[in-house]
């Protein structure tokens, strides 16, 4: 399969094309100030990576679908969706710490692995994989100061795991995947009328 391959579930995002477990191309700008630049910044970064492809030469899009903050995810899944409608190709959504598991077997790491992300306030989503990249406890939100491995999803493992899940022909839904509860909530209560 030939894909390209998303992921701005932190502030260094990334971007790969990978074609049958090979990484031609990739890029990525750390470290982001502000959740406003994963919009900036997106498409040059695509655009840098698709230097010598058109989109329909792609057999998919894999995008990263968190945990992660909120705004950068959204910006990921709008912008793969809409290239991938416009491309008429499919989009295959993957957990970022999924991504994290992989990046580190090919890493070399064996037995079980911790995979983390930061979420801000002082949490990190984190989820426990076994040898088989399995995940055996989690995604869960722990406090930042339980994490001793940190590392970033890169775009390339997000395409890596999107191959071998559909070579089996698993799906993951292609929604983010948020821990915490929303700040804003819709009230319940009503407000009494008063008749005069």
Known sequence: ??????????????VALVQNGVVL????RGELNGPQLHGE????????????????DLDGIAVGIGPGPYTGLRVGLVTAQTLAQVA???VFGVSSL????????????????VASIDVKRKEYAAATYDEHDHPVFGPKLVPAAAVQ???????ADVAFVAIVRA?????????PLYLRHPDATVSVTRKSTVQR
């Open 1 to 14: 399969m030939f894909l390209l391959g998303i992921d701005t579930s932190t502030p260094v995002m990334s």
């Open 25 to 28: 191309r990739e890029s990525a």
């Open 41 to 56: 910044l997106l498409m040059p970064l695509i655009r840098e990576v698709l230097a010598e492809v058109t989109m329909t």
């Open 88 to 90: 008429g190709i499919p």
């Open 98 to 113: 999924d991504a994290l598991a992989h990046g580190a077997r090919r890493a070399g790491h064996v037995g079980r692995f």
């Open 149 to 155: 491995h940190r590392a970033t999803p890169q775009a």
């Open 167 to 175: 070579l089996r022909g698993e799906t993951q839904p292609l929604t």
